[in-house]
């Protein structure tokens, strides 16, 4: 096992595909059961044995800043606010000064769910010796980065070998020293890089990591509430209720539910399969079906 492990959470993006609730609010702070994804991603690398954690923020930093202040840290966090939107790669270039030079960096895109062990995957990757490492899997419809013999073989792929980059890697120093200083840029162009030049880029399947494990985008309206369905499946309770909220006796909930701190609920309503957000206001005879609802508008999936 390492005696340290480093890893950097990705958040500056700018969540287009979940506006207008992203005009308010950055995609890593939106609440999964109840708690912003943001402390869940921050609770699993601290729960691993993380003694260092880099963010990167642009897109509504002060409220990143705000979120990572009220978080009762284990580990060394270090909050980056980008000038500009230095995309995935020139963030890493960017935070290459604030991590140790000695140790792999895992790094893991804020609007990931999962329940992968992340001191795992850092482990596999020091077995192989490589520059950087991916985790994949097959998933649809993202299948399209090439795998042979456990190696990343290409990128924009398609066909039986094809699988998904779950936003996961694992990359050493000297590879981040690769990209391209002072300027935006996307890490998987120096994975294509690295490839060009004839290097070894790891694969590392999901799949050899845990035979049953949760992973989801968060990205699209669709992904964020296939998150909530996965995480309730197999709880007894299928309809969580935040701190101050009280539920109307004639209120009707079918399948799944994730009901947030100091909600209001009018009568008649009617919830299947939603997310009611905090201090929502949701009016009587409402009917929420596949909903994300929240105080700065409705998403439907």
């Not at 969540?15 to 609730?21: A, F, K, S, V, W």
């Not at 990757?125 to 899997?137: E, I, M, N, Y």
């Amino acid at each position: 096992m390492p005696f340290f492990k480093q890893a950097m959470i990705l958040a500056a993006g700018l969540g287009t595909r979940l506006q207008p609730l992203t005009f308010h609010l950055p995609k890593p702070l939106f609440p999964v059961l109840n708690k912003p994804l943001l402390h869940r991603l921050l609770d699993q690398l601290e729960d691993a044995g993380f003694k260092k954690i880099v963010i990167n923020c642009f897109y509504l930093a002060h409220l990143v800043l705000e979120m990572v202040g009220s978080y009762k840290a284990r580990a060394e966090i270090v909050t980056l606010v980008e000038p500009s939107l230095l995309g995935t790669g020139g963030a890493l270039r960017n935070a290459l000064p604030h991590i140790s030079k000695n140790e792999p960096l895992l790094v893991i895109n804020g609007d990931v769910v999962t329940d992968l062990d992340p001191a795992q995957v850092v482990n596999l990757h020091q077995r192989h010796g490589a520059k950087a490492s991916l985790v994949v899997h097959k998933r649809e419809p993202w299948n399209n980065v090439a795998v042979m013999d456990e190696k990343v073989s290409g990128f924009n792929c398609s066909g039986p070998d094809a699988m998904a980059f779950t936003g996961i890697s694992i990359l050493e120093p000297e590879f981040i020293r690769t990209i391209p200083e002072d300027c935006p840029s996307s890490l998987i162009d120096t994975f294509k890089a690295v490839i060009d030049q004839g290097g070894r880029l790891q694969a590392i399947r999901a799949d050899h990591i845990s035979g049953h494990y949760i992973w989801e985008d968060m990205g699209s309206p669709g992904g964020y509430l296939s998150a909530h369905k996965v995480l309730f499946a197999g709880e007894n309770n299928t309809c969580l209720v935040g701190q101050g909220t009280e539920l109307p006796g004639d209120l009707i909930w079918k399948d799944w539910v994730s009901i947030g701190h100091r909600v209001s609920i009018g009568s008649g309503v009617t919830l299947c399969r939603s997310v009611i957000w905090e201090g929502s206001d949701v009016p009587s005879g409402a009917v929420l079906e596949d909903c994300i609802f929240s105080p700065y508008g409705n998403i439907s999936s």
